[in-house]
């Protein structure tokens, strides 16, 4: 199950990153993380250039991380610059640097062609630092594929079912969705007109009676979704309302795990503490009900008989969408992998005439109205 390089991930929260270093795994791959002297966050593999060792079992010497088995040490762009047992440094003596790139909180990282990567292509994640919106935070380590995540986040149908005791009610599956595909990025939203507040919102919102609700969820495949959610007066503009911006930062560790970094922005209630620390609770339980949803979902897969597939309905539309988006940039890098130059792990990512092609987004906007 291949995973997505050319991409941005989060990486962790900027507090996680100091300047003792830190082991995490990204799309498979080792990488240890640690902050530079002057502030800036460095991203290495893992594996030390000399017989592959974790360099984040080592320790930082200045800017460089000096491997806890030998002593090797490598600077901030990988390259050695001290072997302790002779005065020469063979030339191979490197280990790959990531780009990197801190916004809001969040430390994203770079897992593909290192040329490629575009700091301008990070979504809008500013609302975690607005002082006009209150955040709550979480991270979780899912027992489940990424794209378990995916689908749960674009079908919140399931809200109804998983979080009937929190952020649930049957508002949500008796309203269609309408889909919307910009690109790499899927939209599915939803508008229930003329209902209640979520069970978990109405006390901060401090409101009761009838609102237009909805909530869409935005997609940019492969990491990060968007979640536009909210409450506003009948018939009224939805940037009027109580409005919520769920940002899900979804990152890969391998075939079976992913880590889930989640920040619920809020426009309201937002010097209301205690109602801070009562949505702490209560979507940590939210969280909980998911992770523990996809870890069973997860297990059933694995025992799934070959040729037994999904079976799709209409509330499926944006999943079905994002998963054909998903596809088509996995394809575009299998074909850069075949291409001509093959055999190094540089040309993983060579760029020919066909990969270009294959690389190059969906073509047209496409909307489809389901429900
Ligand atoms: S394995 Fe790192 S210095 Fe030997
Ligand atoms: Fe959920």
Request: aromatic letters at 8%.
């Amino acid at each position: 199950m291949p995973h997505v390089l050319n991409a941005w991930y989060v990486a962790a929260w900027s507090h996680e990153v100091t300047r003792d270093p830190v082991a995490r795994t990204i799309c498979q791959q080792p990488v240890v993380l640690y902050r530079a002297k002057d502030g800036s966050a460095v991203a290495l593999a893992d594996r030390c250039a000399h017989r592959g060792y974790p360099l984040s079992a080592g320790r930082l010497v200045e800017d460089s991380i000096e491997c806890g088995y030998h002593g090797f040490a490598f600077g901030c762009d990988g390259v050695c610059t001290r072997v302790p047992a002779q005065s020469t440094i063979p030339s191979r003596s490197k280990v790959r640097a990531y780009p990197l790139h801190e916004k809001d909180g969040w430390v994203w990282i770079w897992t593909g062609e290192a040329e490629r990567a575009d700091v301008t292509t990070i979504p809008d994640t500013h609302w975690m630092n607005d002082p006009a919106w209150a955040t709550v935070t979480h991270s979780y380590l899912f027992n489940c594929r990424a794209d378990l995540v995916h689908d749960n986040l674009l079908d919140l149908t399931h809200e109804s079912f998983i979080h009937r005791t929190t952020v649930g009610d049957d508002y949500i599956y008796e309203h269609g969705i309408t889909v919307e595909v910009d690109g790499t990025t899927v939209t599915v939203d939803r508008l229930m007109p003329g209902v209640e507040a979520p069970p978990l919102y109405a006390s901060t919102m401090g409101v009761e009676g009838l609102f237009d609700r909805f909530h869409a969820t935005e997609f940019a495949v492969p990491s990060h979704h968007t979640l536009h959610s909210g409450i506003t007066g009948r018939g009224r503009p939805r940037e009027e309302g109580y409005l919520i911006k769920v940002l899900n930062g979804i990152t890969p560790i391998d075939e079976h795990t992913c880590w889930y970094y989640y920040a619920f922005c809020r426009n309201f209630g937002i010097e209301n503490s205690a109602a801070t620390e009562d949505l702490r609770i209560g979507l940590s339980t939210v969280l909980d009900e998911d992770a523990e949803a996809l870890r069973l979902q997860e297990l059933a897969l694995q025992t799934r008989p070959k040729g037994e597939h999904d079976v799709l309905i209409a509330q499926d539309a944006g999943v079905a969408k994002a998963r054909r988006v998903m596809s088509q940039l996995l394809a575009a890098e299998s074909v850069a992998a075949a291409g001509p130059a093959s055999g190094t792990s540089e040309a993983r990512y060579a760029a020919s005439p066909a990969a270009a092609a294959a690389a190059a987004p969906p073509a047209a906007s496409a909307t489809a109205s389901v429900g």
